[in-house]
């Protein structure tokens, strides 16, 4: 059973940095594209970020090119994802989730995921 578990949200002010973090078990990390989604009140959950299995590849939001960085300790299990210079409309609830696929997946679309953390909350005051 693949767990998924987000960490290191919080409240912070525009223009502020969080790191937040998702621990992954119950099968090899190391074999798998991860992606970062959030999700605002009253909104869809939308695509923030994705990385694959290696590192190689990352994809980003427009709306967090250049603010965001995805990144991967695969020893560790965990994925990352560096909210640098937040906006009042970055705040949402984020999510980590894993595909069950490990490989040839349009890692944008939210239905290329099956496995999903249980959301850390990201607030930006302005």
């Known amino acids: 059973q693949v767990q998924l578990v987000e960490s290191g949200g919080g409240l912070v002010q525009a223009g502020g940095s969080l790191r937040l973090s998702c621990a992954a078990s119950g099968r090899t990390f190391s074999a798998y594209a991860m992606g970062w989604f959030r999700q605002a009140p009253g909104k869809e959950r939308e695509f923030v970020a994705a990385i694959s299995w290696n590192g190689g590849t990352r994809n980003y939001a427009d709306s967090v090119k250049g603010r965001f960085t995805i990144s991967r300790h695969n020893a560790k299990n965990t994925v990352y994802l560096q909210t640098n210079n937040l906006k009042p409309e970055d705040t949402a609830v984020y999510y980590c989730?894993?595909?069950?696929?490990?490989?040839?997946?349009?890692?944008?679309?939210?239905?290329?995921?099956?496995?999903w953390g249980q959301g850390t909350q990201v607030t930006v005051s302005s």
């Open positions: 989730a894993a595909p069950a696929r490990a490989g040839g997946l349009d890692l944008v679309p939210l239905t290329s995921y099956d496995y």
